[in-house]
């Protein structure tokens, strides 16, 4: 007689949760019974990405959200020589079956019609995270706007970003027009500071370049400058690339925006030529003055012909200035897509999927996907740089486990190995 153990892996971080162990006269019965459990269940799908059955001799790993054939099953029992093993094994994968991944929900919470996810903790947990907030400002919750700003001044998180998502209908949906609110969360505690490596300030330029001072409305020395407000530029340059119909019913709820936002189009309409290019790629990489990188991001939408653009967007994704990094993201969303040499940004690549900008990662894959990055450079992007691209396919919201896994699978040539022994995190530690 031997024992063999079996784990229901619900959550990646410590295998110590829900062990079984079912004695059986061999383990090649037991083996069967994993395969059996495997072989007639069919998974479930998440849009376009699929979560299912993955079976191991031992354990037993990522089973959830599948769904029994029920009739092959018993056929399959009445020729077993000891079917009470599939039947325990059955009784173990029943449990993730029935709900939530058990990482998610340690992570997760309800809150009203919104739910609320946080995705990178470690060292930490949700409730340690609560209570500390609510201790330093009582009656604050983490899903405040008070909550985020507490993490990074008081708690000293070395980054938090906060995605918000609206999901119509769904698997897990009362009804296909049931609209659920998500609130990710994605934090770098205080002890993994490292993993946030944001590039140094440049030293050059440290006033309004010429070609941008009718544009930003100061004059080339500065002065005037503080008076540029940025934030409209995100949802001006977001519809750019529309026709004169979308424009207009773009900008139609916010008339604040309707003229700023054609000071835009106009400037950006004079700015396609090859000195403007090499303009912009000076100032983003080499101008001090953060006004400079931000316009510089804007122009270098009108090169998506241009590698270089491409990278230039990329390495401004880790500006030390939070609006450059957030245009460029907008920028990089707003670029037609078209294949992309990537080898010269594969360092800032990597520092991005590794834990820098974390509000970036899913954007910068599906960008990576559409561009169709060679998927000879997966080692080079992920080997030993794992962690994020595991938090985000754990994740409980729909949209992060599928963005990452159409990016993951593109890297694996098209294949997906969710359904492979050990699922993506072995294919991602044999890089």
Request: charged share 20%.
């Amino acid at each position: 007689m031997g024992r063999h153990k079996v784990r229901l892996a619900g959550s990646r971080r410590k295998p110590s949760h829900a062990i079984a162990s079912v004695r059986v006269s061999d383990t090649r019965t037991a083996r069967d019974g994993m395969n059996l459990l495997a072989a007639f269940c069919r998974p479930r799908q998440f849009g376009a990405s699929t979560h299912g059955i993955v079976a191991r001799a031992s354990p037993l790993g990522a089973v959830h959200g599948c769904i029994l054939n029920l009739g092959s099953l018993r056929a399959a029992m009445s020729t077993m020589r000891h079917p009470h093993v599939l039947i325990g094994a059955l009784l173990l994968a029943a449990l993730p079956c029935a709900t939530r991944p058990l990482a998610a929900q340690q992570n997760a919470y309800d809150t009203g019609d919104m739910r609320v996810e946080v995705l990178g903790l470690r060292h930490w947990t949700l409730a340690t995270l609560q209570d500390s907030i609510a201790r330093r400002v009582p009656g604050q919750t983490l899903h405040d706007d008070g909550g985020i700003v507490t993490l990074k001044d008081s708690l000293r998180f070395a980054d938090v970003q906060v995605v918000r998502l609206t999901m119509i209908g769904g698997p897990d949906a009362k009804s296909p027009t049931e609209r659920r609110q998500f609130l990710v969360i994605k934090v770098v505690e205080p002890q993994d500071s490292a993993l946030v490596a944001w590039a140094p300030s440049p030293r050059g330029m440290n006033v309004v370049r010429p070609e941008y001072a009718a544009f930003v409305g100061a004059s080339v020395s500065g002065v005037g400058m503080r008076s540029f407000d940025s934030n409209w530029l995100q949802p001006a340059l977001n519809m750019y690339r529309r026709d004169s119909v979308g424009r207009a019913q773009g900008v139609a709820p916010h008339p604040r925006l309707k003229k700023d936002a054609e000071r835009l189009w106009t400037f950006l309409d004079d700015s396609r030529s090859p000195a403007s290019r090499d303009t912009a790629l000076a100032a983003l990489h080499g101008d001090a003055l953060y006004l400079n990188r931000l316009i510089a991001v804007a122009v270098l939408v009108n090169f998506a012909d241009d590698d270089r653009a491409w990278w230039g967007l990329v390495e401004a994704l880790r500006d030390p200035h939070p609006p450059v990094r957030d245009l460029a993201l907008t920028a990089l969303k707003a670029m037609p897509p078209r294949a992309v040499d990537w080898t010269p940004a594969l360092p800032a690549l990597r520092l991005l999927l590794g834990g820098t900008n974390l509000r970036a990662f899913e954007p910068l894959a599906e960008a990576l996907v559409q561009t169709r990055i060679d998927p000879a450079h997966a080692p080079a992007l992920l080997r030993g740089n794992i962690r994020w691209a595991l938090e985000h396919l754990g994740a409980d919201n729909p949209a992060s486990p599928h963005r990452t896994g159409e990016f993951l699978k593109h890297l694996n040539r098209g294949g997906d190995a969710s359904m492979a022994p050990g699922g993506w995190e072995a294919w991602l530690r044999r890089l």
